[in-house]
């Protein structure tokens, strides 16, 4: 079994385009927990959840009220424009400060440690680049320092560097099953949604990569599980995520901690 964390990817999005490696045969939306101060799901808390199949609320950087107040300010704004039908943000939230905000926000330090147990952890279960294990968020480090141009710019090559780290490793024995994790479209989504077309770009070679693994790992079951959608009209995430199939699974998972105890039983 292969596992394939895409953190962001919008299952609508991929499906209007017509995608069929992240489609694949089977799909459908996922429940995840809103994080209770921003009140969109937050990365962090969704993959804690999908690791241990419990939701356990954790944060990259301490809620701090300068942070947390930016963030309850945004999401009550967007909820009263969708509830308005009016999706333009204003000219004061042009996409740079939007992308310093979120920068601040996802400003990852270092995930923060786990104290629940994971299906990683068990024997049989391995991982490549994924977070609360081997992932490296380093590129994120300094976003906030960065103008808009060179942040592109530092995501762009990690976006590089993570598909070749996935690649090499996905062709080594790794026990029974593996969960491979990338930070994209997550983290291009948030410097380029004011250009859907980039956007659209990056998913289509998203697809590309996704193609070129399930070739590479040759798994009678590969999965893509995400952690939220994304919302181009206002740059923030939306509220669901994805999974897709090349079997059908059964349970059918509704919700971001039902793949735990799917991961366990293949293994076991
Ligand atoms: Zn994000």
Redesign the pocket.
């Known amino acids: 079994m292969f596992l394939l964390g895409l ?2 990817l919008d299952g609508n999005l991929a499906k209007l385009l017509k995608l069929k490696h992240l489609t694949q045969e089977h799909n459908g939306s996922l429940q995840v927990p809103l994080d209770p101060i921003y009140g969109l799901p ?2 962090p808390t969704v993959w804690a959840s999908f690791l241990t199949g419990k939701v356990t609320f954790q944060h990259w950087v301490d809620p701090t009220p300068s942070v947390a107040k930016q963030f309850i300010a945004i999401s009550k704004f967007v909820k009263w424009k969708v509830f308005k039908g009016k999706m333009r943000l204003p000219s004061r939230f042009t996409p740079r400060r939007i992308a310093k905000q ?1 920068g601040h926000a ?1 400003n990852v330090k270092k995930w923060p440690k786990l104290t629940e147990s994971t299906f990683v952890d068990h024997p049989n279960v391995s991982e490549i680049n994924s977070v609360y294990y081997s992932y490296r968020g380093d590129a994120f480090l300094h976003l906030t320092t960065l103008s808009l141009g060179d942040m592109r710019c530092a995501l762009k090559h990690k976006y590089e560097r993570d598909k070749t780290i996935i690649l090499k490793a996905s062709g080594q024995p790794r026990g029974k099953a593996i969960f491979a994790y990338i930070h994209f479209p ?2 291009f ?2 410097v380029w949604w004011t250009h859907p077309h980039q956007v659209y770009q990056h998913y289509v070679n998203l697809n590309m990569f996704v193609g070129q693994l399930q070739e590479a790992v040759e798994d009678e079951v590969f999965i893509i599980v995400s952690d ?1 959608g ?1 919302n181009v009209e206002t740059g923030l ?1 939306s509220l669901k995520g994805f999974y897709s199939s090349n079997v059908p699974l059964n349970p059918e998972p509704v919700s971001i901690t039902d793949f735990h105890s799917l991961v366990l039983e293949h293994v076991n």
């Open positions: 953190d962001g937050s990365s979120l996802c997550d983290a989504q948030h939220h994304f995430h």
